[in-house]
């Protein structure tokens, strides 16, 4: 498994793809390697090779092995692969009810800032979703904020590398619920105390819908056109261009001729 994670960079998915699959089939005996040898395959697969059905097996083989596992990196590793189902299930099936419902299990098996704001996310999608009721798009967009705070006030309080960077993303989605709401003041606030430098490649996505909230064209294609540009492969590009065709506020803005390249597929 060490050579898969070594490869994960490697241009050519089939690398760490065959790597990974390699140590699945030496047969791992402990229940927790195990499991964390096919989270490792179902990332490949929603990362790299962009095989939702085979991501989506691979998560459900390890939530049945994992079931009833009471161990702390038992529970983290369940709470893991029901956040990837349940971003699976919105982006790549359309399917909200179930990706909720997956969240929702997420936190019950281990409570993280993460979920709450992944969780804000789809929130804030579909508050911004013109063919839902007002009343419906309001109700999504208040619990999408309130998820927003509780991941910004739970988040990890490590001063280096990701929990710096984890904090900064989850409150420039704070931003951009506050800004979606009209409740610019709070949002101002909130955009003073993000500390835009801590901001990583992790964010780039979340920077464009931003822009493409404020009416800003150019910076938001900027911030998706990088983000494309650290897709490996075709499929995995293409499945980008998928969840920007699902935001709301970036769908009107790809029949512009200078967002081609984020409208088509290879």
């Known amino acids: 498994m060490s050579r898969a994670y070594e490869r994960w960079n490697d241009a050519d998915p089939r ?19 195990r499991a964390q040898v096919l989270l490792l395959l179902a990332s490949v697969h929603q990362v790299k090779t962009a095989d939702t059905e085979q991501a989506l097996r691979r998560l459900e083989e390890l939530e049945a092995l994992l079931e009833g596992d009471e161990s702390e990196a038992g529970r983290r590793m369940l709470a893991d692969a029901l956040v990837r189902r349940a971003s699976l299930l919105y982006a790549e099936r359309d399917d909200p009810r179930g990706a909720l419902a997956c969240f929702r299990r997420a936190q019950v098996a281990r409570f993280q800032a993460s979920t709450s704001d992944s969780v804000s996310q789809l929130l804030f999608r579909l508050g911004r979703d013109p063919a839902r009721s007002a009343a419906e798009r309001r109700e999504h967009l ?42 610019n003041g709070e949002a101002a606030d909130a955009w003073a105390l993000l500390r835009r430098d801590d901001l990583d490649d ?19 294609r900027e ?44």
């Open 15 to 33: 690398v760490v793809l065959e790597a990974a699959e390699a140590a699945l089939a030496a047969g791992p005996r402990d229940r927790l390697l």
């Open 142 to 183: 208040d619990l999408a904020l309130a998820l927003a705070r509780e991941a910004v006030h739970e988040a990890p309080r490590g001063q280096e590398g990701r929990p710096r960077a984890a904090r900064a993303r989850y409150r420039l989605q704070l931003v951009l619920v506050l800004e979606a709401l009209g409740r």
């Open 202 to 220: 992790n964010a780039l996505y979340l920077r464009g819908v931003l822009h493409a909230l404020r009416g800003e064209p150019d910076p938001a």
């Open 223 to 266: 911030a998706f056109e990088k983000a494309l540009a650290l897709r490996p492969t075709p499929a995995a590009r293409n499945a980008l261009r998928r969840y920007l065709r699902g935001e709301p506020d970036v769908r009107p803005l790809l029949a512009r001729p200078d967002w081609a390249r984020l409208a088509q597929d290879e």
